[in-house]
Structures are given as structure tokens and as C-alpha cells.
């Protein structure tokens, strides 16, 4: 097969976070290495926050894949990095609505601006392909309660409209990156099923979630796992509550048909997870995540016996919708973000009015100070009941409005999209 006729994918979150991850410098020259010595024609990165770090691969692999582009979103960085074997020919980055809170500086997705990446590629057979690199909110498990969910539940509906609107305007989609989601839950439904896109993983192993997996190694290969793996140096020690999955499948390469358009036709011909080993030398691995890469065949008319024998795994049936239930479970846990939202604010602004009386009783009581040396003390204090007031404010009035309006619009999105899907269906009246 020529390498026209398909595309080698790979997506890695490299860890790369400056000061706080560790053994970062021999990681990237691993990482780096491994890139330049491989054959893929696309290749996104998250997590690759240090510039330096970007543009010691882009000159690694620039003979190969010459066209590079290094994403800039929030205060620190959005992380991300497209390299890519065909030119660009446009490129953006939509920082997603919500993404954490302010106050959470331990968490940091606030800070650094999580988003979808994208560049569009002018490809030989398929012409503009857009290819979308993501990193979805880290925080808000599945267990509950529902507001905590609300935030990546945003950020994979605002991904799944992107990929769906690159594909009405007539590209092919392939959408790479930590998702942070394992495939049965909400988000990835969302993205799966609004999006209309292809899962490559699930694609070329269909029966990955009904195998039983003997050992942590054989998880990685039947089941995809990329984190979480007692394989990997940096999650070893975690606790696992079960031997079935040994980990979690959070990293996605994703693809769709332009709208209305069969031929040619993507096909994902092979999926595996890649860079488990140590890096060469060292007793760690290469991130606390581990890589995945794809093929993807081009399949140019039904003829075409090979790439009709690579897509037997996949549906032929037209994309689903959402369903009514989805919907709701949705609109509800937005609902509960919007709520819990206004209660925090509330708390937080009354921090703020307490931070406020207490400076003016500062201020006032400074004038019968007993001794000089106290003063110090009530200027510290000062700064800190000051420096607190002012997040408080920031965290329940700007913050707090930015995020109910954020979550109200996506509420209301999906309440008229849901209409007009009735509609059409017959099953309500305009």
C-alpha cells in the first residue's frame, strides 16, 4: 500500500510539565528520539508545555515532517503540538468555556487553558483534512455528584460541535488526544455520537471490552490502556480495584467522512498502544501516559477489495444521535453546576464582604497602635486579608457569572437541538 493511500497516527501527553514532573529533560530527549525514528505522517502532542521542548522535536523530525505548529491558549499554555508530513494550509485553537476554577491552583486546567487544537492539511487524495488535538478537563469523575462532571461534559460537547461542523463544510476529520474519559461514559458518547466520529480503537478491536485481561500486559493490548497501568514506572504504585482492565483507556484517534460524502472513504486498519517500554537507559517510562497510534487506510471506491477487508469491523449504518436519555442526563448535571455555582458565589461574595469590614477595622484600629513593632505584623495581615477578599471577588462574581453563563448557553443549546431533532422526526410540531 502506497503511503498516499493511508495515514500513520500517533498521539502521546507527554508529561512535560516544567519544574513538576519529573526526569523531564531525558523523557523529552526519549519522546524525541522515538518520533524521529518512526514513520508517521501525523503526530499530536499534549501536555508539551516548555517551547524549548517543541522546537527540540520540530528540528528532530523537520526532515520528515516539516510542518509544525505549537498552540498558545490561557496564561501558561495550552500544551499542545501538531507535527504533520502535508502543509497546513489553516490552523485555530478553541479554548474551551469551562475549564476548572480559578481558586484551583492545584489543579491547574484553569491556568493553562485547556482547548481543541486544530490545523487543516491539504492532503494528495483527500484534500483538506482537519485534524483536531485535544486535552479535556482533568477533574469530575463519573461517580458524582453531577456538578463536578459538568465541566468536561461542556468541553466534549464544544469538541463534537467542531468535529461536526469541520465535516459539513465538506473535510475529513481526525480528531487525536487525552480525552480524559473512558470510552462508556457520557463524554465520550457525546463526542462519539454528536460528532459522528469513529473510535479507531474500537474499530479494529470491536470485541476489546469483552475480553478478560490475564495480567497488566495484556490489558495494554486487549483493552488499549494508555493510563493508570501498573506497566508504567510513574502509576505503579496505585491501587487497582479489579484485574479486568489493569488501567484506563483516556487517548482517542478519532476520524469521520466529510457530510454526505462516501468516497474516498477512511478506515482504520490498525490500532495499538505504543512507547510501554522504559526509555532506553533509565529504569522510567517515557510519561505517565502511554502513546497511541493508528492507521488509517483510504479506501478510494467500493472495488477497492483491500480496504473493503480493513473496514469489516466498522458500521455502515448512518451516524446515531444523541438519545432523549443522554439529553437529559446532560442538561440535568449542567443544571446542578449552575446551581451549586450560584451557591458558591454567594459564600464567596460574603468572604469578600467579611475581607472588607475586617480591612476597614485594620485601618481604624492602626491609629492606637500600643508599639511600633506591630505594625509590621498588620501589614502582613493586611496583605493577606486583602490578597483574599480580592479572590474571593474575582472567584464569585466574574468567575461565578462567566460560568453560569457558559452553562446556561449549553443548556439551551442542547434544549433546541433536542427540538429540532423531534421536530424532524415528526414526533413534535414546530
Known amino acids: 500500500m502506497s503511503s498516499e493511500s493511508q ?60 510542518h509544525a505548529k505549537f498552540f498558545y491558549s490561557g496564561a501558561l499554555g495550552a500544551g499542545l503540538a501538531i507535527f504533520s508530513r502535508f502543509p497546513f494550509i489553516e490552523s485555530s485553537i478553541h ?6 476554577e480559578p481558586i484551583d491552583v492545584g489543579g491547574g486546567d484553569w491556568f493553562v487553558g485547556k ?29 458524582g455528584p453531577e456538578y463536578k462532571r459538568a465541566h468536561r461534559l461542556v468541553c466534549a460537547w464544544e469538541f463534537a460541535k467542531l468535529a461536526r461542523q469541520a465535516a459539513e463544510n465538506g473535510r475529513y476529520v481526525i480528531g487525536l488526544g487525552d480525552f480524559n474519559s473512558i470510552p462508556t461514559t457520557l ?45 508504567n514506572s510513574w502509576s505503579a504504585g496505585k491501587s487497582y480495584l479489579g484485574s479486568t482492565f489493569w488501567g ?68 455502515d449504518e448512518a451516524y446515531t444521535e444523541l438519545a432523549g436519555p443522554a439529553f437529559a442526563t446532560i442538561i440535568r448535571a449542567l443544571s446542578d453546576c449552575y446551581r451549586f ?34 505594625n509590621p505584623v498588620f501589614i502582613i495581615f493586611t496583605v493577606v486579608v486583602a490578597w483574599a477578599g480580592t479572590t474571593m471577588f474575582y472567584e464569585g462574581f466574574i468567575f461565578g457569572n462567566w460560568e453560569r453563563n457558559a452553562l446556561q448557553n449549553v443548556i ?9 431533532l423531534e421536530i424532524q422526526a415528526g414526533t413534535r410540531s414546530p
Open 187 to 231: 463524554p465520550m458518547t457525546i463526542i462519539r455520537d454528536h460528532g459522528a466520529l469513529h473510535d479507531s480503537w474500537a474499530v479494529v478491536h470491536p470485541q476489546s471490552n469483552s475480553l478478560t485481561a490475564l495480567s497488566p500486559e495484556d490489558a495494554i493490548v486487549k483493552h488499549g490502556i494508555t493510563a493508570d497501568s501498573p506497566v
Open 412 to 420: 439551551e443549546e442542547l434544549e433546541i437541538y433536542q427540538k429540532g
Open 7 to 66: 495515514l500513520r497516527l500517533l498521539s502521546l501527553n507527554c508529561w512535560g510539565l516544567k519544574f513538576v514532573s519529573k526526569n523531564l529533560e531525558e523523557r523529552i530527549n526519549g519522546i524525541t528520539n522515538f518520533i524521529a525514528r518512526t514513520n508517521h505522517d501525523i503526530v499530536a502532542l499534549q501536555e508539551i508545555w516548555v517551547y524549548a521542548h517543541y522546537e527540540k522535536v520540530r528540528d528532530a523530525v523537520q526532515s520528515r515532517l516539516p
Open 248 to 315: 484506563k483507556r483516556l487517548d482517542y484517534i478519532l476520524y469521520r467522512q466529510p457530510r454526505g460524502q462516501q468516497y474516498p472513504r477512511l478506515c482504520a486498519a490498525e490500532c495499538k498502544v505504543v512507547l510501554t517500554e522504559r526509555v532506553p537507559g533509565a529504569n522510567f517510562s517515557y510519561s505517565d501516559h502511554f502513546g497511541l497510534e493508528a492507521t488509517i487506510s483510504i479506501q478510494l471506491a467500493p472495488s477497492d477489495a483491500e480496504a473493503s477487508s480493513v473496514y469489516r469491523n466498522e458500521s
Open 115 to 143: 482547548a481543541a487544537a486544530s490545523v487543516v492539511i491539504l492532503h494528495p487524495i483527500l484534500g483538506r483534512v482537519q485534524i483536531f488535538n485535544t486535552h479535556l478537563y482533568a477533574k469530575g469523575g463519573e461517580d
Open 95 to 100: 479554548p474551551y468555556a469551562l475549564n476548572g
Open 341 to 374: 455555582s450560584r451557591e458558591r458565589s454567594r459564600r464567596e461574595l460574603l468572604v469578600f464582604v467579611l475581607c472588607l469590614v475586617l480591612l476597614i477595622g485594620i485601618a481604624v484600629g492602626t491609629a492606637w497602635l500600643p508599639h511600633s513593632w506591630i
